[in-house]
C-alpha cells in the first residue's frame, strides 16, 4: 500500500499562455456565454414593512376573537327574541 498523492489534474497547464487568446483577439467573443435569468422573481413591498410587536398582535387578534364571540352572542339574543314573537316558527313554508 503506497500512498500516492492526488493527482493534479492543472499540473501540466501553461498558465501564460491562456489569456493570450483574450489579448491577441479581443473582437472574439468568449466560448462561455452569458444568459439571462429566466425569470426574474418579484417580491410584494409588503414583505419587507415594518412589523409590530408580538404582544400587540396576540391583543389585535384577541380583540377580533372577542369581538366574533360577542356579535355571535347578540345574534342568538335576536334570534331568541324573534322565536319567542312568532310563537316557536322560525320559517313558514305553507304561505
Request: charged share 30%; net charge positive.
Amino acid at each position: 500500500m503506497g500512498s500516492e498523492e492526488p493527482r493534479d489534474p492543472l499540473q501540466g497547464v501553461d498558465w501564460k499562455a491562456v489569456g493570450n487568446d483574450m489579448l491577441r483577439n479581443p473582437g472574439d467573443k468568449p466560448g462561455i456565454k452569458k444568459r439571462l435569468p429566466k425569470k426574474i422573481r418579484q417580491i410584494p413591498e409588503c414583505y419587507f414593512l415594518p412589523r409590530k410587536s408580538r404582544p400587540y398582535n396576540f391583543t389585535f387578534v384577541g380583540a377580533c376573537i372577542a369581538g366574533g364571540i360577542g356579535a355571535g352572542m347578540l345574534v342568538e339574543m335576536w334570534i331568541n327574541k324573534k322565536v319567542r314573537e312568532d310563537g316557536g316558527v322560525l320559517w313558514e313554508f305553507d304561505k
